[in-house]
T-cell receptor, first 115, second 114 residues
């Protein structure tokens, strides 16, 4: 079975600062994918970034980067230069053979960006 | 054009009624999903179909029945609605069933059972 743990129910950050959202995972799969999604108050699920377990480099997408530490089984999301529009719920998720490739989500972190 | 569209967006109904939520994707994806998001925002998979074939069926009451008439559509029918069924239901699709592709989500359908 696969498990995703997000230990921060809520985080606060000042506008223009960087913030790290934590995610750890547990799996016995050798090959798996890690994902981050954003859910603003309007409710839609927005894909942010993907990291494959065999990717040697950390994934980056604009202001988003994924700090992947395979030995520690962590996949933290780093948001640089936070903006007010970044205030949202953030979900870490993974897919792998052990879960029949379904996307398994963590419980989410609510990020609030203060002006 | 919306990639994954769900209807209706809001649904308010009485306990014991039967209701359906429809989902369509125009991305040409082979795999579609239904997820349930509860009041604590926890997202849990319910079903997954690949090319109209059921491949994932989590522990979901028999009152929930998915139907996939073709690979672009995945509908969810719920019989004898209960208070606990109140949630946001998300349809999603992906290019494949492997671990590399992200899921594209619809906007969600908020079901309220009174």
């Amino acid at each position: 079975a696969q498990k995703i743990t997000q230990t921060q129910p809520g985080m606060f950050v000042q506008e223009k600062e960087a913030v790290t959202l934590d995610c750890t995972y547990d799996t016995s799969d050798q090959s798996y994918g890690l994902f981050w999604y954003k859910q603003p108050s309007s409710g839609e699920m927005i894909f942010l970034i993907y990291q494959g377990s065999y990717d040697e480099q950390n994934a980056t997408e604009g202001r988003y980067s994924l700090n992947f530490q395979k030995a520690r089984k962590s996949a933290n999301l780093v948001i640089s230069a936070s903006q007010l529009g970044d205030s949202a719920m953030y979900f870490c998720a993974m897919r792998g053979l052990g879960s029949n490739y379904k996307l398994t989500f963590g419980k989410g972190t609510l990020l609030t960006v203060n002006p | 054009d919306t990639a994954v569209s769900q209807t209706p967006k809001y649904l308010v109904t009485q306990m014991g009624n039967d209701k359906s939520i429809k989902c369509e994707q125009n991305l040409g994806h082979d795999t579609m999903y239904w997820y349930k998001q509860d009041s604590k925002k926890f997202l849990k998979i319910m079903f997954s179909y690949n090319n109209k074939e059921l491949i994932i069926n989590e522990t979901v009451p028999n009152r929930f029945s998915p139907k996939s008439p073709d690979k672009a559509h995945l509908n969810l029918h719920i019989n004898s609605l209960e208070l606990g069924d109140s949630a946001v239901y998300f349809c999603a699709s992906s290019q494949d069933t492997m671990n590399t592709g992200e899921l594209f989500f619809g906007e969600g359908s908020r079901l309220t059972v009174l």
